[in-house]
């Protein structure tokens, strides 16, 4: 059981990496408080269903 906890809680982690690189990138390129908002939230969208992908292919094969 404690493992499916570790597992799950690489999602929020995800999404909260990819807020950040998205939020920064909109700031980057002079976005407003609105664009960093969109960016976050599409990147954030973005990390999490790469890190699902990932965790479940890992755990298909046996390597979590």
Do not use: W
Not at 8 to 30: E, T
Request: aromatic share 16%; glycine share 10%.
């Amino acid at each position: 059981k404690k493992e499916r906890i570790g597992i799950l809680m690489v999602v929020p982690i995800a999404f909260i990496i990819g807020a950040l690189f998205g939020s920064f990138k909109a700031k980057k390129r002079n976005g407003n408080r609105f664009d960093m908002f969109h960016y976050g939230a599409t990147y954030g969208i973005a990390f999490v269903l790469l890190a699902l992908v990932l965790t479940i292919l890992f755990r298909r094969f046996g390597l979590l």
